[in-house]
């Protein structure tokens, strides 16, 4: 409690890392998206783990906000699943590029506030990057099979249906990798997608999510 009293009352060092505003990210954000950005739960103040130093503001999400969240989601799922699989895919090329265009602020970002070192940082946003390339091929491969059948002149056909609805749970310690792994497959197979990360790299989900977003 002492703590958190101190970290409340100390001066946010934002300005300190001018990559941060590159990110789309301010000294305070609202942490919940669903086609635009807003917040009615608890502030959180992200910190550098380093340091201890209290770097910005997030507003996380209440729970009305989340059930709004799901009711997005319901309403967005048929359309997203009777978009073609590789059209699908080409929303996710481009997902890809645009973690490739903030390959270095972002991965400075989760240096910060989840404490890795600088070069692992950059090999987590490539592996969202990379998974985003190979989504984009899969995109292209939903096979069935065609299976024989023991009725005479019939075959059986193999085919995939997206689960629906999937929630992502993200560790601190991969902040935005498995993100990327889980929605770039998830997109392509015509899935609708609620991230929830640790709240301790809560920037980090904001900075992402303006990514998606743009």
């Known amino acids: 409690l002492v703590l958190l009293v101190a970290l409340a009352m100390s001066a946010l060092t934002f300005d300190k890392y001018p990559f941060l505003a590159e990110l789309g990210l301010s000294v305070d954000n609202s942490g919940c998206y669903n086609g635009s950005w807003f917040s009615n739960g608890p502030v959180i103040t992200s910190v550098n783990p380093t ?22 989601m319901e309403e967005a799922r048929a359309g997203w699943q ?7 895919g080409e929303i996710v ?3 890809g590029e645009a973690f490739r265009k903030y390959k270095e602020p972002l991965a400075k970002l989760v240096s910060l506030e989840m404490g890795k070192i600088y070069a692992e940082a950059l090999g987590e946003v490539q592996e ?3 998974i985003c390339d190979y989504a984009v091929g899969l995109s292209r491969m939903l096979a069935g099979q065609v299976l024989p059948s023991e009725r005479p002149e019939h075959a059986m056909l193999e085919c995939w249906h997206p689960l629906g ?23 392509v197979w015509g899935n609708v997608s609620i991230w929830k990360g640790a709240s301790s790299t809560a920037l980090i989900i904001v900075a992402v999510g303006q990514i998606v977003a743009e």
């Open 82 to 88: 009777a978009v073609p699989a590789p059209k699908r």
């Open 165 to 187: 609805m999937i929630g992502i749970i993200t560790a601190f310690n991969f902040p935005g990798g498995v993100f990327a792994w889980n929605a770039g497959i998830s997109l």
């Open 51 to 72: 340091t201890n130093e209290p770097i910005a503001r997030i507003t996380g999400a209440s729970g009305d906000d989340y059930e709004a969240c799901i009711k997005a």
């Open 93 to 95: 090329r481009q997902l």
């Open 128 to 130: 969202g990057v990379d």
